[in-house]
């Protein structure tokens, strides 16, 4: 896979936020992992900022905790400052949404400065493109894995990126509330 730059007329960011399939398999995708805690991090255009309160909000509703939200711009002078408070805590996984030219120079801050770990985040669509994974290196990012579009799910295995459809198992049920003072377990089903 060629590395191309961020800053070629090709990469044009847009801003469109992930669609409800996404943001639902994505959900089903940390709850399939066990995790419970998760960080969220995501660029500024109105589009993402409004798909990242759609993911905490089904995440929280069904258990889930989101521990810290971080925020990175398209352009930075290092993304230093994002990349340490993204890596500050210990969540059980990353959750990640575009747009794809901040998410890549994130992306390559965290692999050169941090103790971040591809294998266990999760990404929207935006990010799961050849175009965009060559901006950071399909070699960089192994494990790391995310939802279509349309609710599939892609994963990055052995420098390349490759595709499932949309499954028919796993979908997030809302568990019941918990003890006073402690979050609900998320709970996962079989889809009907």
């Not at 896979?1 to 399939?21: C, E, F, K, Q, Y």
């Not at 575009?98 to 929207?124: D, K």
């Not at 568990?175 to 998320?186: A, I, K, R, S, V």
């Amino acid at each position: 896979m060629t590395i191309s730059s961020p800053l070629s007329p090709r990469h044009n960011p847009v801003d469109v936020g992930p669609t409800d399939a996404e943001l639902e398999r994505m959900t089903g995708m940390c709850g399939d992992r066990g995790a419970l805690t998760i960080i969220l991090g995501h660029g500024r255009t109105p589009d993402v900022i409004l798909a990242a309160t759609r993911f905490t909000q089904r995440w929280e509703e069904a258990g889930g905790v989101v521990l810290d939200t971080i925020t990175w711009p398209e352009s930075a002078a290092s993304w230093m400052r994002q990349a340490l408070r993204f890596t500050a805590s210990e969540p059980d996984l990353w959750v990640m949404l575009g747009p794809v030219i901040g998410w890549a120079r994130m992306t390559r801050r965290l692999l050169s400065s941090t103790p971040w770990q591809p294998s266990r985040t999760i990404a929207a669509a935006a990010v799961g493109t050849a175009d965009a994974i060559g901006l950071v290196g399909a070699a960089d990012l192994s494990g790391m894995a995310g939802a279509t579009c349309d609710g599939g799910m892609w994963t990055i295995s052995c420098g390349e990126l490759v595709f499932a459809p949309v499954p028919e198992t796993s979908t997030l049920v809302t568990p019941p509330p918990g003890p006073p003072g402690h979050p609900p377990t998320p709970q996962w089903a079989a889809r009907e």
